[in-house]
């Protein structure tokens, strides 16, 4: 057993910035929020927003799926809800740009709460058997989304804590959320009928 390196016990000097410190508080608060929310909205209180609001409800509705998506809760439901309540194009777009930033806002918190900067960063922070996870690739972000219920929030804690960048996460993230949300959004319009 080797003596533990004296230099892990020191302060490096530099302490985080100010957002940093802030985000790590504030997002988990916000993911906790999204989850309550998520099990107090059903579709007819989504339809009775549009009703309310008419067509500025996309304002609303968008971030509130991307808070949503972001917390370990599905958010299928509102995108089966915008299927039903606008014409499909616009709905398949409002399902896939709530996804988007629902994402993006995930693996940013999770790179936040980990600490991780790059791919370097992240082999040194992690086992050694996880750091050979092809947390990059192509294949595992666009296939590892498609798994329902969890690949959402599988792909975007691997991919934060293996140390893709954010660039190659966000660029096959959009690819991967297409199929999702044109299927959800053509079931709600064929259930609920577009308004």
């Known amino acids: 057993m080797s003596p533990a390196d004296p230099a892990e016990d020191q302060p490096t000097g530099k302490s985080q910035?100010?957002?940093?410190?802030?985000?790590?508080?504030?997002?988990?608060?916000?993911?906790?929020?999204?989850?309550w929310f998520a099990f107090q909205t059903s579709g007819e209180d989504l339809r009775a927003m549009?009703?309310?609001?008419?067509?500025?409800?996309?304002?609303?509705?968008?971030?509130?799926?991307?808070?949503?998506?972001?917390a370990p809760v599905p958010s299928d439901v509102i995108v089966i809800a915008n299927g039903g309540l606008y014409p499909y194009p616009f709905a398949v777009l409002l399902g896939w740009l709530?996804?988007?930033?629902?994402?993006?806002?995930?693996?940013?918190?999770?790179?936040?709460?980990?600490?991780?900067?790059?791919?370097?960063?992240?082999?040194?922070?992690?086992?050694?058997w996880l750091?050979?996870?092809?947390?990059?690739?192509?294949?595992?972000l666009v296939l590892g989304r498609q798994i329902p219920g969890v690949?959402?929030?599988?792909?975007?804690?691997?991919?934060?804590?293996?140390?893709v960048s954010l660039k190659r996460y966000l660029l096959w993230?959009?690819?991967a959320i297409v199929p999702g949300a044109l299927l959800l959004s053509a079931i709600g319009a064929h259930l609920l009928g577009s308004v």
């Open 131 to 140: 750091s050979r996870w092809p947390a990059g690739s192509p294949w595992f």
């Open 17 to 35: 910035p100010l957002w940093k410190r802030i985000f790590r508080v504030a997002l988990p608060i916000v993911l906790l929020v999204g989850c």
């Open 50 to 70: 549009h009703q309310r609001l008419g067509w500025i409800a996309p304002v609303v509705t968008v971030p509130l799926h991307a808070v949503i998506a972001a």
């Open 151 to 163: 690949g959402a929030h599988l792909t975007a804690g691997v991919a934060a804590a293996g140390g």
């Open 98 to 128: 709530g996804w988007f930033l629902g994402s993006t806002l995930e693996f940013l918190t999770i790179r936040l709460l980990t600490g991780v900067e790059s791919a370097e960063d992240a082999r040194r922070k992690m086992p050694t």
């Open 173 to 175: 993230t959009a690819v």
